[in-house]
């Protein structure tokens, strides 16, 4: 596709759920973040993938979260046994080539997810 | 480590002028701008290296003093479209680290 896809675009989970969140990247695209951003602030890294090999997971929240991405394109983060602090927008991002000092992101419009 | 930006908020009426600034207590070698509209991703506006150039993109320019580890975004005759959150992302400057650190954001408002 022409852009970064997010699916599904708004999740209600009861607490305790798990939940699977997808991410599409542009086509070619080495890199993919996700990143998590709740209400009224910025995004805050969560894990970063190159082709198929998480490199950096250093801002998973817990053990709850888990990213994979087996085919070096599309990716799924997984919350397990949700809570309410879970709440926010998930967004996946994906760069050519993942030199982040020089490379532009393109975002997905997110997963909206709510936890009750 | 996360880049402080400041203000938090401005609302102006449209042609009207506005700086938004960026400020880090590490050293930077990068500095990206990128603009948030309402239910929307937020989408890359310029990158900046360290060497204090300034770059230029429509009407919205941006400077980067590493020295000072700061940066700004300059918004002249603003126009509707530019309303938006605004987040600076930072690299943090560790080697082998490939991630943005994002401040909490500028939200602005441009009025008719």
């Known amino acids: 596709g022409a852009g970064v896809s997010q699916s599904p675009r708004y999740k209600v989970a009861k607490r305790g759920q798990d939940v699977a969140l997808r991410c599409d990247p542009i086509?070619?695209?080495?890199?993919l973040f996700w990143y998590q951003q709740a209400l009224g602030q910025g995004p805050e890294f969560l894990t970063y993938?190159?082709?198929?090999?998480?490199?950096?997971k250093s801002g998973l929240p817990s053990d709850r979260f888990f990213a994979e991405r087996p085919e070096g394109s599309v990716s799924t983060l997984k919350i397990q046994r949700t809570q309410q602090e879970d709440s926010a927008v998930y967004l996946c991002?994906?760069?050519?080539?993942?030199?982040?000092?020089?490379?532009?992101?393109?975002f997905g419009s997110g997963t909206q997810l709510s936890v009750l | 480590q996360q880049p402080v930006q400041s203000p938090q908020a401005v609302i102006l009426r449209e042609g009207e002028d506005a700086v938004i600034n960026c400020s880090s207590s590490?050293?930077?070698?990068?500095v990206h701008w990128y603009r948030q509209k309402h239910g929307e991703a937020p989408v890359f506006l310029m990158i900046?290296?360290?060497?204090?150039e300034q770059k230029g993109h429509e009407k919205i320019s941006a400077s980067f003093n590493e020295k000072k580890q700061q940066s700004s975004l300059y918004l002249t005759a603003s126009q509707l479209s530019y309303s938006g959150t605004y987040f600076c992302?930072?690299?943090?400057?560790?080697?082998?680290?490939?991630?943005?650190?994002f401040g909490q954001g500028t939200r602005l408002t441009i009025n008719p």
């Open positions: 590490k050293a930077l070698y990068s």
């Open positions: 086509s070619g695209h080495v890199s």
């Open positions: 991002a994906s760069s050519l080539m993942g030199r982040v000092v020089d490379e532009k992101l393109f």
């Open positions: 992302g930072t690299d943090p400057l560790i080697q082998g680290a490939q991630k943005l650190v």
């Open positions: 993938f190159q082709n198929e090999a998480q490199l950096d």
């Open positions: 900046l290296l360290k060497g204090g």
